[in-house]
């Protein structure tokens, strides 16, 4: 651990949650929480979590990073994305009351992480912005479009694919099996798939999180990457949606795209760039 970090156990629901604040002993006036997506926990694929708050903090941001109930070292049982607003409540405070001076927060989420921000950012006058990559809005019907227009097609073109049917070790009964699985999937009516429980309302995952965005009067910063399916489904919804265009075209919402990235920016040069947008983003608002 940087010397410049501090773990700190703080209570939610009379449940205990774990915690590290990067950037410790200096006042500022704005900081950025990481809110972690599941199943991981706080130090994040590839150690991404870690390696941004430290560069936040290095850089004068202090950053608390966590593990809401039922992942990680904290205490519960595991909860889905849309259940976490107590937590990220619990880790603001706990956040202001270590950090002199702070003011606002930056929520910063990837995946259904930053639709568990986006749920809960306009509850939270602390929040003042938001950071959303790769969001997540599936639903089964968006998953399989996604997958019969950018696996399928994309197949048709590979080598390895016509090598293998030359060589007679191509299964058609399995390709086809598969293919008229996402076309059911394409035409079905689109369900959140992560959702544990139905949701209280007839509304889809991206209606839902759409109306969340139009709610929240923050700024917010979108990055998405060029090499995933769940970046695609995103891009996918906004082109269908009137109203996620006009959200998008705003003057509070700025994006990033890194076209190579996979969704968890596996590459080195891939997360120090998200930290890097991040860091000025932050520092501008």
Avoid at 9 to 27: D, K, M, N, Q, Y
């Amino acid at each position: 651990m940087s010397k410049n970090e501090q773990a700190f156990e703080f209570e939610c629901a009379g449940e205990l949650l774990v915690g590290i604040l990067s950037g410790t002993g200096h006042p500022a006036g704005r900081g950025v929480l990481i809110v972690v997506g599941g199943p991981q926990y706080r130090v994040g694929s590839h150690r991404q979590f870690t390696l941004l708050a430290r560069h936040l903090a290095e850089h004068g941001v202090p950053t608390f990073r966590f593990d809401y109930r039922g992942m990680g070292d904290s205490e519960g049982e595991v909860r889905t994305f849309e259940s976490v607003g107590a937590d990220i409540r619990c880790a603001i405070d706990r956040f202001f009351d270590n950090v002199p001076g702070l003011k606002d927060v930056v929520l910063w989420g990837l995946c259904d992480a930053a639709s568990a921000a986006l749920f809960y950012a306009h509850q939270d006058a602390r929040v003042s912005a938001l950071v959303l990559l790769n969001p997540w809005v599936r639903t089964e019907q968006g998953a399989a479009r996604v997958h019969l227009r950018h696996y399928y097609l994309q197949r048709l073109f590979q080598t390895g694919l016509w090598q293998k049917v030359a060589r007679g070790e191509f299964n058609f009964r399995e390709a086809a099996a598969a293919l008229g699985k996402s076309v059911v999937g394409a035409m079905g009516r689109g369900v959140p798939s992560r959702a544990v429980e139905k949701p209280p309302t007839d509304e889809t995952l991206p209606d839902r999180m759409e109306d969340a965005l139009r709610r929240f009067q923050g700024r917010v910063v979108l990055i998405l990457s060029g090499n995933d399916h769940t970046a695609q489904e995103f891009k996918d919804v906004v082109a269908k949606s009137s109203r996620w265009r006009r959200l998008l075209a705003g003057d509070r919402v700025t994006r990033y795209d890194l076209p190579e990235a996979n969704h968890t920016f596996a590459r080195r040069d891939w997360r120090d760039q998200v930290a890097r947008w991040t860091e000025a983003w932050v520092k501008n608002l």
